[in-house]
């Protein structure tokens, strides 16, 4: 079943984010919700999808059921169940019309799972397990057995348990660190032990992980299991998930890619997608991504470091191991702060079109600095506007492109039509919209985007004070809708209605210069 590539494995990837990462308390997600997060993972091409628990309620039936229509035969839908056979039914029926199917069955072979969750004998739990893969193999082929709380387990009882399901009839044997329990060190040799008898005892069966990060360890664990033998690795988007979450796929899938000879496999996982299923994801659930998040944090690719900044103007491998493109981010970003060096700053003036006088420098990286200290985080759109006070004064544009700039607005808001005037200007072209909106923030939005005239959708937005009293911070994300590309805005104003309008100038702005490079490079031309 495992396929080779310049004589490594595929590692296969199961996301369970529809079922282990649903359980996260306040992220149940309606039908429409869920169809939109398996359009996005389908687009991800993981190789399994993990949609649901339908014995849990009708709900989840209908969900599992409708979703597993919409997945093609190129990849496998599966749905947990406990080893009885009501859930094992469930499993069958919600399934049955699918290309790709799997029942999952899951059932506890640590001691304290036997004792005191199940209150049975070891031999009897055996024979449950047993009894219900002999159940399930005869409804559908591909049965995925997982033996939960195994990091906690005896070794012999659990191997005793994998032999036995693998004879009745199991294709995937999944070994869960199901409380965070493990260390990546013994996990990997636990993985390498298993591996190593089941590959004697049925070659074609495949060995999967799915760790839980209560103790930080879920991607290293998982990384050090694929090290050992492991086939398969079950993971969610963004690591979200019971308690601490799982293993994040984003991270798993990257670590491979980028030490593919040390972990000998790769995976089909088509990263350029990992970010927007990124966003997807965060958005429908509500749950925000950590700004340090590795991968797919605000931050991952973020630089405010004037040695760093430095570095990286150099060459990118000074301090970027992964290019933000090939995940699908946006370009690396250099954040403008009071720490930033004059390198720095002049590269984002150069880039923005400004060329400064030698004898002006200076002065002009003086008078950034003390806007740096005020706003804490400096944008484009101030930086335009700083170099406007210095416009035929040491400052010129060069081979500039026209850029949005916000010259005036006016929102009005009341409970029945909130209403929004703006006023932005590019070049010599002024541009004047009014529009009605369901808030304030959303007729603003409507009016910006139709008077800048450019095919985007608003992706995210998100506000947030510095400090009470003080700059608010407005942030949005924009997608264009050509060729999928992700633009980032911000702006830090004390007004965060103005702070909203700047963030969203700003956002258009680098889809105004992408477009500018993109006819350059057609037309054979240097920006």
């Known amino acids: 079943m495992n396929d080779v590539k310049d004589n490594k494995r595929k590692i296969y990837v199961l996301d369970t ?8 308390p306040g992220a149940k997600l309606n039908l429409g ?66 290309q790709s199917p799997m029942i999952h069955i899951v059932l506890g072979s640590s001691g304290v799972h036997i004792q005191k969750k199940f209150n049975k004998a070891p031999e009897q739990v055996l024979a449950m397990g047993v009894d219900a893969v002999k159940y399930a ?18 070794f012999e009882y659990m191997w005793q348990t994998i032999e036995a399901v693998v004879k009745a ?22 993985i390498f032990r298993i591996n190593e008898r089941l590959k004697n005892l049925n070659p074609n069966v495949l060995l999967s992980v799915h760790c839980h990060n209560d103790t930080g360890l879920a991607t290293a664990n998982t990384l050090a299991a694929v090290r050992n033998g492991a086939d398969k690795v079950e993971c969610t988007i963004n690591g979200i998930g019971e308690r ?7 991270e798993v899938v990257m670590g491979i890619q980028l030490h593919a000879d040390y972990y000998r496999g790769y995976t089909g996982v088509k990263t350029n997608e990992i970010y927007t299923t990124s966003k997807v994801v965060s958005a429908i659930m509500g749950i925000d991504v950590q700004v340090n998040k590795a991968i797919t944090g605000e931050n991952a690719f973020a630089h405010s470091s004037g040695i760093h900044q430095d570095g990286l103007l150099k060459s990118k491998e000074v301090y970027e191991v992964i290019e ?31 060329k400064i006088e030698e004898k002006q420098k200076e002065t002009v990286y003086t008078d950034f600095l003390e806007m740096a200290d005020q706003k804490k985080e400096v944008y484009d759109y101030d930086i335009m506007m700083l170099m406007s006070k210095y416009t035929n ?13 916000l010259i005036d607005f006016e929102v009005i808001y009341n409970t029945k039509i909130p ?7 590019k070049g010599e072209t002024i541009s004047c919209k009014t529009k009605e909106g369901y808030g304030a923030i959303d007729a603003l939005y409507s009016a910006i985007l139709e008077a800048a005239d450019l095919p985007v959708s608003l992706l995210e937005y998100r506000i947030h004070n510095i400090s009470r009293g003080k700059e608010g911070l407005g942030k949005v994300s924009i997608q264009v809708m050509y060729e999928d590309n992700l633009f980032e805005g911000k702006a830090i104003e004390k007004d965060i209605i103005r702070a909203s309008a700047i963030a969203l100038i700003n956002a258009l702005n680098k889809v105004v210069q992408e477009v500018a490079v993109q006819e350059s490079k057609n037309n054979g031309e240097n920006l």
């Open 17 to 24: 984010t529809l079922r282990d990462g649903e359980q996260v």
């Open 33 to 98: 919700e869920k169809m939109e997060v398996a359009r996005q993972l389908i687009r991800l091409q993981v190789d399994m999808m993990e949609v649901g628990f339908p014995s849990s309620s009708k709900g989840d039936f209908e969900a599992v059921r409708a979703i597993s229509k919409i997945i093609g035969r190129d990849i496998t839908v599966t749905a947990l169940g406990r080893a009885v056979r009501g859930d094992i039914d469930s499993i069958y029926e919600s399934l049955k019309e699918a």
């Open 137 to 154: 193999k005869g409804l559908m082929p591909n049965v995925q057995y997982s033996l939960e709380d195994a990091s906690r387990s005896s």
């Open 419 to 425: 209403t929004a005037m703006v006023k932005i200007k």
């Open 393 to 405: 004064n040491g400052v010129q544009r060069e081979k500039a492109i026209d850029l949005w700039e």
């Open 244 to 250: 601490a979450g799982n293993t994040s796929l984003e």
């Open 324 to 354: 933000p493109e090939t995940v699908g981010a946006p370009p690396m970003e250099l954040v403008l702060t009071a720490r930033s060096g004059r390198h720095a700053f002049i590269h984002v003036t150069q880039k923005l079109g400004y």
């Open 169 to 190: 009839g199991a294709t995937i044997i999944n070994i869960p660190d199901t409380v965070g329990f493990a260390v990546p060190e013994e996990f990997g040799h636990l």
